[in-house]
């Protein structure tokens, strides 16, 4: 059965993400995205829509003010970067909560609950045969574009203030996000904190020497705190 599904974010890289996860999944289908409520609403009036993708904390109209304006309401699953709402998303009988960063196996599950509200079906078999492993790339907002980043191109991250400079073998990119949240998406195996400042990629490591690092571009030091750690990267990786 095929479930039309629309996305409703003010964040553009959110979306970009739900717009790549539903793509992966062959019986969703996404008809549009919107950056606020309020457009959504109008559109809802109109179109008969199964699913909702819908963020929580958006200006103008919240996603909670929309679900209780709509007379004709879809299935909703909720997608929102505080965990403060999930009381609020069961009372208003939303199908799941999603916190961000969402991890598509995390996206696949709340897929399978909306298929079985709508056919009380098992999607077990189907959703197996959908690869789960993880991209290899991300997107970053930098100035006013989403850019799409290859994790294998990453030399090193490097923090500066409340921004993050991403250098890869091409250019550098500056993102206004934290290390803390760039961890969540970026592959354990092939990165690693070596400093309160930085980030590298493993496989861009020319030479490592006492507290330093070699990269191609740049040579980055390794602090007291996280030699330690490092080491154990290195051995639970079988690079040394």
Request: aromatic share 10%.
């Amino acid at each position: 059965m095929e479930i039309k599904c629309i996305a409703v974010d003010d964040e553009p890289l959110a979306l970009k993400i739900i717009e790549d996860y539903v793509a992966r999944i062959p019986f969703l289908k996404l008809q549009t995205t919107f950056s606020n409520a309020l457009d959504s609403l109008e559109f809802l009036k109109d179109n008969s829509i199964d699913l909702v993708f819908l963020d929580i904390q958006m200006e103008g109209l919240t996603g909670v003010q929309l679900l209780k304006v709509l007379k004709n309401r879809p299935l909703v699953v909720f997608t929102t970067a505080y965990d403060s709402y999930a009381l609020q998303g069961f009372e208003l009988d939303v199908v799941d909560f999603l916190l961000k960063p969402i991890a598509f196996e995390r996206f696949l599950s709340a897929v399978e609950r909306v298929h079985d509200r709508l056919n009380g079906g098992n999607l077990n078999t189907l959703l197996t045969s959908i690869p789960t492993k993880p991209n290899d790339y991300f997107f970053v907002k930098t100035g006013f574009k989403i850019q799409k980043v290859n994790f294998t191109d990453i030399q090193y991250i490097e923090g500066q203030g409340d921004y993050l400079k991403i250098v890869t073998i091409h250019e550098k990119i500056m993102t206004l996000q934290s290390f803390k949240e760039l961890s969540e998406t970026l592959p354990s195996s092939k990165f690693v904190r070596v400093h309160k400042s930085y980030v590298v990629g493993i496989d861009h490591v020319h030479s490592i020497e006492r507290n330093r690092i070699t990269t191609a571009s740049e040579i980055i030091p390794v602090s007291e705190t996280y030699r330690l750690p490092f080491s154990q990267f290195l051995k639970d990786n079988g690079l040394v």
